[in-house]
C-alpha cells in the first residue's frame, strides 16, 4: 500500500521559513518524479514544485521561484520542501504526489497523494 505522510507544517510569520517534509512508502520510490501543491482556503489546488526521479531536475511554480526549493533523499524515501520569505498568499494546505511523470501543472493523472499538511502564514 503506498502511502505519502507530510510533516512540517505550522504557524509562522511573514518573512519567516518552514521546511516541510514527504515520507513515502510502499513504492519505488527512485521511479517516480515527485511533487508539492497547494490549496489556499476557497481556492484550486495549485503546483507549486516537481523533483525528478534522480533529483536531477526541478521545475516551480513562478509564485514561489527563487524562495522554495524542492529536494529529494532515495535513500531516505523523502522529498523536502524548503520555504522561505513566506508571505501570507502561502498561506494553504500543501500535497505531495508521486507520479511516474514529471508534472509541471497539476493533473489527474497524478498517482498517488498525501493528506497534506496545514502552512499558515500570519501577517
Known amino acids: 500500500q503506498v502511502q505519502l505522510v507530510e510533516s512540517g507544517g505550522g504557524l509562522v510569520q511573514t518573512g519567516g521559513s518552514l521546511r516541510l517534509s514527504c515520507a513515502a512508502s510502499?513504492?519505488?520510490?527512485?521511479?517516480?518524479?515527485m511533487h508539492w501543491f497547494r490549496q489556499a482556503p476557497g481556492k484550486e489546488r495549485e503546483f507549486v514544485a516537481a523533483?525528478?526521479?534522480?533529483?536531477?531536475?526541478?521545475y516551480y511554480a513562478d509564485s514561489v521561484k527563487g524562495r522554495f526549493t524542492i529536494s529529494r533523499d532515495n535513500v531516505k524515501n523523502t522529498v523536502d520542501l524548503q520555504m522561505v520569505s513566506l508571505k501570507p498568499e502561502d498561506t494553504a494546505v500543501y500535497y505531495c504526489?508521486?507520479?511516474?511523470?514529471?508534472?509541471?501543472?497539476?493533473?489527474?493523472?497524478?498517482?498517488?497523494w498525501g493528506k497534506g499538511t496545514l502552512v499558515t502564514v500570519s501577517s
Open positions: 504526489a508521486a507520479d511516474l511523470i514529471f508534472r509541471t501543472a497539476l493533473s489527474d493523472g497524478l498517482d498517488y
Open positions: 510502499g513504492l519505488t520510490f527512485s521511479t517516480y518524479a
Open positions: 523533483i525528478s526521479k534522480r533529483g536531477g531536475v526541478t
